[in-house]
């Protein structure tokens, strides 16, 4: 089975390919301006390097979020393109897919990602997060052994006061080894309303 895997809910952008839960390929980059002109062309080259094409993919995965708000729709949008071609799609939080792989380290595991306006998205014992630092701080500070990962931006007062590791592999690759029970149907994650939506929308917008 043939599964290709696409983040670009962050700043770096990433897609690999594995099969039967063997990684293939992966690429990724660092400027999210670039993530819809990117993705597919990256897609094509990692089925290239791995020795498969488009029609041979069997299973899609992709982060639902958070993220930035563009970058979230675009992940997602990316898995309702291959949906639509009869390709099983499945998605995965962010925050998920990113304290991902460190299961058998004897630490509670605080994966935080940078949510502009000086705040972070984070999850804490199955509690999301929208936060600043240091209403973070004050819940870590009642965990035992807690330890953060983080991806993109550092947390500057967090990464001072706890235990932490950026983590550097792409999340595109963390998802091809994510268990089956882990996945869920496509859907979209946000913990932010858009910047751009109106506060006070007109009772009868005109569709």
């Known amino acids: 089975m043939v599964t290709v ?11 690999a390919v594995g099969k039967n839960g063997e990684f293939l390929s992966c690429s990724s980059w660092g400027i999210s301006k670039i993530h819809a002109e990117r993705v597919y062309v990256e897609i094509d080259h990692c089925l290239e390097v791995a020795g498969y094409k488009r029609s ?5 995965i992709v982060t639902s979020g958070p993220g930035s708000f563009t970058g979230v729709r ?9 949906k639509c071609c009869g390709i099983p799609v499945f998605s995965i939080n962010t925050l998920k897919v990113l304290s ?3 299961e058998k380290i004897n630490a509670t595991i605080i994966p935080v990602i940078y949510a502009k306006r000086k705040r972070f998205y984070a999850l ?15 819940k870590i500070s009642r965990l035992k052994n807690p330890l953060i990962v983080y991806k993109g931006n550092p947390p500057e007062l967090l990464i001072k006061e706890f235990p932490h590791l950026e983590e550097k592999t792409p999340l595109a690759k963390k998802l091809l ?3 089956e029970s882990d996945l869920q149907e496509l859907q979209i ?7 751009a939506k109106p506060k006070n929308p007109p009772p009868n917008p005109i569709r």
């Open 189 to 195: 994650f946000y913990l932010r309303e858009h910047d």
């Open 56 to 60: 041979d993919i069997s299973k899609v």
């Open 100 to 102: 991902s792989g460190y």
């Open 74 to 82: 675009l992940s997602v949008t990316v898995g309702k393109a291959f």
């Open 5 to 15: 895997a696409v983040d670009l809910c962050l700043t770096e952008g990433s897609v």
């Open 177 to 179: 080894f994510l268990p």
């Open 124 to 138: 804490i014992e199955n509690t999301y997060l929208d936060a600043t630092e240091e209403e973070i701080a004050e």
